[in-house]
């Protein structure tokens, strides 16, 4: 199937940008596991989608096709930095990934680098997530909650997961157990999910606001990291009070008050599209240091 664009969107920047970590590149083609959808993509000439294995609903909704990027453009630039990372990185786009499968990853990513977290998805899936064959390929999905819930710790320790096992089980428990609906999550506040979110073991700040921003639609999430709060050191600190400042200066780590006044900041200063300013500054800085 095809579908052809007559908005901006580029594929590669939008999966290599670090929101998503189950989609690889071979050839010319991405391969992607979503939920219970495995397919394959890849962009033609600029202005056309090719894809097998999906709809072109789906492939519109989930790279977020539909979403104005005029208007968030010019929403969020709002300095020089930032409309240099927007000229470069020109079409990348929010992906919309499914929930559970989005906060069991994350949950799995804290202190891990992009290549680490891929491999362990990619054991926790092949130890415990349907197998599927697609394309001539074996290929594992996202192991559901109520697998995941009857798994013991140790078996999850064996994908990776190190002590975050026990926080993935723990979270997997209680959305099996509870029957847990996350699409009811998307009619909440901001605010309102972020407190839902807290609930579940292993979830602190920056992964609530991952899956906010990359799988609920709340475009003002503004994930905090070491990239960003570098970004924001070397490139707005004038914005921020001189006291705060010298404590990001003086320390690697981030105390949940000074997490929320970079967020907070970051949201007044960009508005209720926070969050696609945060993916283009992430990695723009990330290319850059490349």
């Known amino acids: 199937m095809s579908l052809k664009l007559d908005v901006a969107f580029n594929l590669d920047l939008t999966l290599c940008c670090g929101q998503v970590f189950r989609c690889k590149k071979q050839g010319d083609w991405w391969y992607c596991i979503s939920g219970d959808k495995i397919f394959k993509i890849r962009q033609i000439n600029g202005n056309c989608l090719e894809f097998e294995g999906v709809s072109a609903d789906f492939v519109t909704a989930f790279f977020g096709l539909n979403d104005n990027l005029v208007e968030i453009e010019h929403a969020i630039s709002k300095d020089s930095y930032i409309a240099a990372a927007l000229k470069q990185l020109m079409g990348l786009r929010l992906i919309r990934q499914v929930p559970w499968e989005c906060l069991a990853s994350f949950i799995c990513a804290t202190y891990k680098n992009i290549v680490a977290i891929e491999q362990t998805l990619f054991k926790m899936s092949q130890s415990h997530g349907e197998k599927r064959c697609f394309d001539g390929q074996t290929f594992w999905l996202f192991p559901s909650a109520e697998k995941l819930a009857m798994t013991s710790v140790h078996d999850l320790e064996k994908c990776g997961l190190g002590y975050r096992a026990k926080y993935v089980q723990a979270t997997a428990k209680r959305v099996y157990s509870e029957q847990i609906d996350f699409e009811d999550f998307r009619y909440l506040s901001y605010v309102e999910a972020k407190k839902r979110l807290f609930e579940f073991p292993g979830v602190g700040l920056?992964?609530?606001?991952?899956?906010?921003?990359?799988?609920?639609?709340?475009?003002?999430?503004?994930?905090?990291?070491?990239?960003?709060?570098?970004?924001?050191?070397?490139?707005?600190?004038?914005?921020?009070?001189?006291?705060?400042?010298?404590?990001?200066?003086?320390?690697?780590?981030?105390?949940?008050?000074?997490?929320?006044?970079?967020?907070?900041?970051?949201?007044?200063y960009f508005g209720v599209y926070a969050g696609y300013a945060q993916e283009y500054l992430y990695h723009y800085e990330r290319s850059e240091k490349s």
């Open 206 to 268: 920056k992964v609530a606001d991952c899956v906010l921003l990359f799988s609920l639609g709340k475009m003002e999430a503004f994930p905090v990291d070491v990239w960003v709060k570098r970004i924001l050191l070397n490139n707005y600190a004038k914005c921020l009070s001189q006291d705060l400042v010298e404590k990001l200066y003086r320390r690697k780590s981030l105390s949940n008050g000074e997490y929320e006044k970079l967020c907070l900041f970051a949201q007044n």
